[in-house]
């Protein structure tokens, strides 16, 4: 019998042991935050449908570390830096996530899929309701978004990094990936992490936002439903394809994020029942699931080991909060324009975290007296904050590309 | 200093032009809805002005022929 070494067979835990010590400690770090994940998924305390497979990711690809070959340590999910045609057809028949990385992920195919199902998942009626009214608030609610660009700048990021991080205020992943993916690749898996983290996040910080900004009086406001005009599906449609066409001509480089969203709208409007399952079902969670997964998987000892993530995680909290002040800001406006017949919590909506802003809207409004219903003007200031932090995705990739 | 001003600079310009483009976009659904408003009035009041010779028609019919009986 020949004589067997424990660590030969145990290979993870060799790795671990034989690692620098700052390593190995990042490595059981991330196995107990991916854990601490999925327990809070399960709970429901952060997003079930992205931190379940992120954390899962997390922790089994710091678990999994194997020696490759003497000198070189690695593992069998995933190599985000081959890109070599000979490395990459290796790691194609050896990764077993490398194909849906390589060709969904680092191509931004599954941030335009996630749009896809958005757009199917969003009515664009809503936002016809009181169109310019929405538009103001979506606008005043990307504070975050233009803000925390040059407070990166003066914390020390690039431009491109800076606008990347900045585009969590956007509170739109998908957006987030989308755009860090073309602004800066190296750092697209932390930003895209802390984007995930933080928008689970904002559905429990925000109502504190907006009781601590909006008095009870006015959260209660009632706003008249009888006003809301009947939209027909043609306009709809209509307006879907002049806008996508417009903003597609304007920004070529984020065409593909406009027509995954407003192709998403025409095939709810068109009503072609087996499109709008298959999208709004296994497309949008399918991707949904693989994102979380892979996200998971990219986040190895060597990511957070950066110096920039602490950085990347203290800008990305303030582009959020700012996001939100700016939008409870452009509800107060509104209000005022209105006559003070605008119930200003629908501000929060303008942060474009469809459709979890907007609930939170309605879910303080109906605290503060519940006979007002705001969901509707919410879920229209929601969609165009879709269009706005879309615009601002496209003018940031073009200018800093 | 000089390229945290460039981009407060560029902040400003990238804000305006977002949100020039945004009230565009708001504008363009506004005329849009407008629009399709106005066709429909339009339609509703053609129709009723076609209904209301084919009622008078009608009731010229009907009282010819009581007339006739």
Redesign the interface.
Known sequence: MPEIEFLQIFQGLATLLAAEPVIALARVALICLGIAFVYLGVKGTLEPLIMIPMGFGMSSVNAGVLALSATKTGTLFLDPIASDPAQLMDALQINFLQPIYTFSFSNGLIAVLIFFGIGVLSDIGY??IS??R???I??FA?LGT??T??IA??LGLP?NE?AAIAMVGSADAPMVLYTSLLLARDLFVPITIVAYLYLSLAYAGYPYLVRLMVPKRLRGLVMETKSI?N??K??KI??AV??ST??SF?FPVASPLFMGFFLGIIIRESGVKPFIEFIGGPVLYGATFFLGLLLGVLFEASTILDPKVILLLILGITALLLSGIGGIIGGYVVYWMSGKTFNPVIGIAGVSCLPTTAKVAQKEARAANKFAIILPWAMGASV?GV??SA??AG??VS?LR | MEAVWGAVKLMFFIYGLAAVLSLIVAWILKILFAAVQAQKARAVARNAAMVAPAAEDAEGDKTASQGSA
């Open positions: 936002m016809l169109p310019m929405c538009m103001i979506a606008i990307e233009v803000l660009f040059p700048v003066a431009l800076a005009p939209i027909s043609g306009e209509t307006f002049i806008t417009l903003l304007l165009s269009i706005t615009i601002i003018i940031y200018l």
